[in-house]
């Protein structure tokens, strides 16, 4: 195995030329500017002190660009990560102590340990239990949620809570002490980035700038907001008039050292470390295939496992929080143009520099500032059409979404994501357990079979074709064993069945033994069972069964074969070989071709050897 293939920046290194550099260099830049406010007030909203945003802005970018198989994903901290690790860490202690920061390392390890060990058991599919309704209604919550966290810094107020109803309360009871110098600082930076959003690219491009460059600088905006706030704070002293600031931020790079081994803080942030991996690898894994895609790239799931992984160990070791992929400053990254994940090593240098040379002037920073910051970067996560559209299109899928949407919003968010998916795989079951199945003919003239509700199609009282519409297993086994006898019970004069099998991708043991019964059921009935389009995979487990040899009728290679020798009068001179062997209609068992001789009777030009192979379900 090459080293690239643990290592990926190995690869990304090959031919890498000074103008891929000076892109990368370029991009690291911008995303510079824009992670520095991010990551103070990311810390900020995860109870953290702010050095801790610019701790995990560091070591787990250089760790993703040598594990990770995005060019363009920006790791680090990130609003949904960070609000998770705020209601993970509120009962284990106060936020911003000494304890808190330190359970916060250990949730970050512990979260980097559980990506590891996914990706090295190559379990990236786990994620797949998150749907995207249940990850859309959570995430729309938890823009909700965030939001409301921080309108009590926009406000001056002291106001706190693990929902929305309790912070409703609380920044109810305290109205009557808001700030009115916070309150315009914060409303005011809300208002200029909501119109730099809105139209500052716009009239950009209006002054001749070009589309890039225009929007590069209107997703630049926060910087100069936190250059005016800083700059208004610390000449007329608003600290001194109840503003509430940063503080004072330790200059200096992050030490390396293990995070606190106590058993019991470790199994009690399991839970949330888990969630939190999964959460935050999908929203990575989905920024990052969306990216690459648009460059003709590829991203290896499981790779990314382990590189979020590394970065959140590298978090947990170096004084950092909780980091996963982040969709503005990734999408800024990929439109500044960087090329490989060196950008975000070097995104990783400058936040090292900024750490070194800008923690002074950061100290006179208005928290209101870094709220709206956060208030308007979580607008985009914020999208409550689509539980409208969602429940137009799929009851089930609507009814997931909503229930996480809620339970998160006035329960907390491990209880909404875990509702949330308890509900999709519920919901899953329910829907699996009653496959759609439907009783199909012949379009005439042709070798296609439709729904004979739905279409004017040829049928024949003495032979029922029922398409089974969905992998056979434990939950629907029965239901199917009710559907056929069913069919059974209202054609009295039925003498076959076929199984129509073309989206049957899996047959379970359940499933078999169902199939067994309702062989055996239809047998006392004088009715024939047979198979058509039994995909290669599951002939190839049922063909050493009992049921295959027990069978009454035959597999048939297609529908239209079935339907040829079961219609037509000259079945006998046209039906395939029997799975195990067994009669047609009438009493009498039908010959089965001999392998030795003549041509096949279904395609009248391949010898019978070939056809006999080829029906008793040996193709794939």
């Given at each position: ?16 030329r ?76 106060a ?12 949730l ?20 797949n ?8 209604g ?35 009871a ?19 980035l ?78 949330a ?6 959460v935050?690898f ?42 996963s ?38 100290a006179?920073?208005p ?45 907390g ?12 795989l ?6 699996t ?46 239901y ?13 004069g ?6 129509a ?35 290669g995979?599951v ?9 295959c ?20 009068e ?5 039906s ?38 080829v ?6």
């Open positions: 195995m090459t080293p690239s293939r643990w290592i990926p920046l190995i690869g990304w290194l090959h031919g890498y000074r103008d891929v550099l000076a892109r990368d260099l370029v991009a690291a830049v911008i995303v510079t500017l824009m992670l520095v406010p991010q990551a103070l007030a990311y810390a900020l909203l995860a109870g953290l002190p702010p050095e801790v945003g610019l701790y995990a802005s560091m070591l787990p970018l250089v760790l993703y660009a040598l594990f990770g198989t995005s060019a363009t994903l920006a790791v680090g901290p990130v609003a949904v990560a960070s609000l998770m690790t705020a209601s993970a860490l509120s009962g284990i202690a936020p911003g102590s000494a304890e808190y920061v330190g359970a916060a390392l250990v970050a390890a512990l979260s980097g340990l559980v990506l590891v060990g996914m990706g090295l058991l190559r379990l990236g599919f786990l994620a239990f998150l749907s995207h309704p249940v990850i859309s959570f995430v729309t919550a938890s823009g909700i949620l965030i939001a409301a966290s921080q309108l009590r810094h926009v406000l001056g107020v002291e106001a706190s809570g693990h929902n929305l109803l309790e912070m409703g309360a609380a920044l109810f305290g109205l009557d002490d808001i700030n009115i110098i916070t309150l315009a600082i914060g409303l005011g930076v809300w208002g200029f909501l119109v730099c959003r809105r139209h500052l690219k716009g009239g950009l491009r209006r002054l001749g700038l070009s589309a890039t460059v225009a929007d590069l600088v209107a997703k630049a905006a926060p910087v100069s907001a936190v250059i005016v706030t800083t700059l208004l704070a610390w000449g007329l002293g608003l600290g001194e008039r109840g503003v509430a600031l940063v503080g004072e931020v330790p200059s200096g790079l992050p030490s390396l050292a293990l995070p606190s081994l106590d058993p019991t803080l470790w199994s009690s942030l399991l839970p470390a888990v969630l939190i991996s999964l935050g999908v929203e990575s894994v989905s920024v990052a295939q969306t990216l690459a895609a648009k460059q003709r790239q590829r991203i290896d799931p499981n790779q990314e496992l382990i590189a979020l992984g590394v970065a959140n160990l590298g978090a947990g070791t170096s004084g950092g929080s909780p980091v992929g982040g969709f503005s400053r990734s999408v800024v990254n990929f439109e500044a143009g960087a090329a490989t994940p060196l950008a975000g090593a070097f995104t990783a240098l400058g936040i090292a520099v900024a750490t070194l040379t800008l923690t002074t002037p950061l006179f920073l928290k209101a500032t870094l709220a709206a910051t956060i208030i308007v970067a979580v607008g985009t996560l914020i999208d409550l059409p689509a539980i409208k559209r969602t429940w137009a299109y799929s009851w089930a899928d609507g009814v997931a979404m909503l229930a996480t949407l809620m339970l998160t919003l006035v329960h968010v491990e209880s909404g994501i875990l509702v949330g998916v308890v509900l999709s519920g919901l899953h079951l329910y829907r357990s009653r496959p759609h199945s439907a009783v199909v003919g012949r379009v005439p003239g042709s070798e296609h079979f439709r729904n004979v509700r739905r279409h004017t199609v040829e049928t024949d009282d003495r032979l029922a074709i029922l398409r089974v519409d969905e992998s056979l297993y434990f939950a629907n086994a029965r199917l064993e009710d559907t056929v006898m069913e069919l059974a019970a209202r054609q009295p039925l003498a076959h069945i076929v199984l099998c073309q989206a049957v991708n899996v047959v379970d043991a359940s499933a078999l033994e169902s199939l067994e019964a309702i062989n055996g059921r239809l047998k006392d009935a004088g009715v024939f069972l047979h198979l058509a389009e039994v995909k995979p002939m190839d487990r049922l063909k050493h069964t009992e049921f040899r027990e069978l009454t009728g035959h597999v048939f290679l297609s529908t239209y074969d079935a339907w040829r020798a079961l219609h037509d000259r079945a006998a001179e046209t395939p070989v029997a799975c195990g062997g067994a009669g047609l209609a009438g009493g009498a068992p039908s010959p089965s071709p001999s392998p030795d001789s003549g041509r096949c009777p279904i395609t009248g030009n391949a010898p019978v050897r070939e056809c006999f192979r029906h008793r379900g040996d193709s794939p």
